[in-house]
């Protein structure tokens, strides 16, 4: 991870963090705003063929807007050992620092000009960056591609 961001003149700060129990106490324990904790999905447009979509800790993927955004009518959440696959990381590290495949990367526009923590490639840490940083560093998209977070059906 650290190399591949050292190629592309991007600076990162792994910090060293305990395991959460939900997204608020993670963003705590980095000392940030959940919307600054930066979700990275890994996001399967076809047989062997994906993408890295970034969105805010505090919303979802909005999938009408990013299926727009990438101009196809199909996109799918891999299971975990294709996401490892595809990556190389597992899923709660995936970050596109350092990943496999070279695979294109969107961001929602709400992180944009904010500093933000995202995976570290392994558990226990997070790789905090600027955002804007790290759009340059590999080409990103930006877009709306995030809703509001609905919240959690209970039982």
Request: proline share 6%; no cysteine.
């Amino acid at each position: 991870m650290r190399a591949d961001a050292a190629s592309r003149g991007l600076t990162v700060t792994v910090r060293e963090r305990r395991a959460a129990r939900s997204l608020e106490e993670a963003a705590a324990l980095m000392d940030l705003p959940p919307a600054q904790m930066v979700k990275s999905l890994v996001v399967r447009r076809g047989d062997g063929d994906y993408l890295f979509a970034l969105v805010p800790g505090d919303r979802s993927i909005a999938w009408p807007k990013l299926r727009a955004l990438v101009g196809v009518n199909r996109l799918a959440m891999p299971p975990a050992d294709e996401a490892l696959e595809a990556t190389g990381y597992e899923r709660g590290t995936i970050t596109p620092i350092g990943a496999r495949g070279g695979w294109p990367v969107y961001v929602d526009e709400r992180i944009v000009g904010a500093t933000v923590a995202l995976g570290a490639g392994e558990h226990g840490y997070g790789a905090v960056v600027d955002a804007d940083a790290l759009i340059a560093a590999y080409g990103a998209t930006v877009g709306d591609i995030a809703d509001e977070a609905q919240p959690a059906r209970t039982k």
